[in-house]
């Protein structure tokens, strides 16, 4: 393929991804999706920049790091509730184009666009994730395909981006994406709940808790979930997810909010943090244009000594094909059963008919649980009671626990939930014994 113009190879690579790939609602949870083929027309209402033409004045504005939204294809409106972005960086270019990523760089450091506004395109790559298509997105791709000629130019005028044809027409505008208030800081230990104040995911239901740099574990109006993440420089992706447990006590409602939460979260593109009324606020900006917000969510100073404890699942590493590792929910088998109550010199508690106790070696005043989230399991002495008639021995998933709980290191809790961590990076998930 020849690199003459940007936005061609943009375009053809949106035609192939669209076509390839349109088939689940995000990048984790995919389902079945037909696309019409009597899908409506784009809206014919025209934007009011978007009308073809002469070619504008070059301006000294920066197209270079900004993130720029697309507005109109020939003066016509893209479809309502697709989202295309386009972002260039010197000899780097890449977006959205509402099913997929994609993006590539020129080797040699050449800038895709020159001041002069000529745009060159190096080879390109994309993801293929599934999308969820609104009627007629074929056929905004085909429209966006053809709207491209070689011999592209590009022009900033009045904060929005033109992409001119040789005729000197305007086939593409686009506007700035306004920068997300706040910086980007580290996410590990922090927790958060999502403001949702029309109750579109369930007041007060949804929280997020980043356990390390690449996992974080939250609950929503139905079930707990677990997601992998990567994070820098304010830039967010969650390539995984997972969920915990069954639906069947979750209302219908519940489930639904659920699934919203967990579709529009999955595309997270953008984070930083800032100051509302002097506290903090986590922004969470979507490949899809959307902002979801979160309040902090305070872990207080040794609250896991309040309550007893009943374990729900583990949170295990695996490591995938690519050799990632990424979290991995396992819930209990039935019959587990697994409780624990802390204090600062021990951790007892059963498993089924079998009671445990992790005792401090040097006996009183040897502290096993810090009120700061430490725990020193290594100083303790584990001792076990089998008070089952029948004499059964511990099960594989009960042994696992003692294990995990003999490496444990750290532990984190949020709202009624408490999540120990080992040193491999596993974790223990607990729900308070009240709220079951």
Known sequence: MQTTGLMVVLAITMALMIGIACDGPGPSERTESDVSSAAPALNPTPTPTGAAISVPSPTKSSIDGATWILESIDGQAPIAGTYTTLTVNGPHFGGFDGCNFFGGRHESGRPIINA?????????????????????????????????????????????????????????????QPPLAGRPMDLVGTSWRLVDDDVTYGAGTTTLLFLDSRAATGTTACRDYTVGYTASNGRIRMPDQGMSGSTEACSRDAVKR?????????????????????????????????????????????????????????????????????????????????????AEGSVEGSFGCHSYAYRAVGGDGTTLIGGDGTIFNDDATLSTKNSCDDQRTVSPQQRQYLDFMAASERYHVFGDRLVILTRAGDGLVFQSAAGN
Not at 279 to 300: A, I, N, Y
């Open 258 to 342: 659920e699934h919203r939460f967990v579709e529009d979260f999955g595309w997270a593109n953008e984070y930083s943090i800032h100051q509302v009324e002097g506290s903090e606020r986590l922004s969470v900006r979507t490949s899809k244009g959307k902002t979801l917000t979160f309040e902090p969510l305070p872990q207080l100073a040794g609250a896991i000594f309040d309550t007893r404890w009943r374990l729900t699942r583990f949170l295990e590493t695996r490591s995938d094909g690519s050799g990632m590792t990424r979290p991995k929910n396992t819930d209990l088998v039935p019959g587990a059963d697994v409780t624990a109550a802390f």
């Open 116 to 176: 002069d506004g000529d745009i060159s395109a190096p080879p390109f790559g994309g993801t293929a994730v599934g999308c969820m298509s609104p009627p007629g997105i074929l056929d905004q791709a085909d429209r966006y395909v053809e709207a491209m000629q070689q011999g592209a130019k590009a022009r900033v005028v009045d904060d929005q981006l033109h992409i001119v044809d040789r005729s000197g027409e305007v086939v593409l505008v686009f506007v700035r």
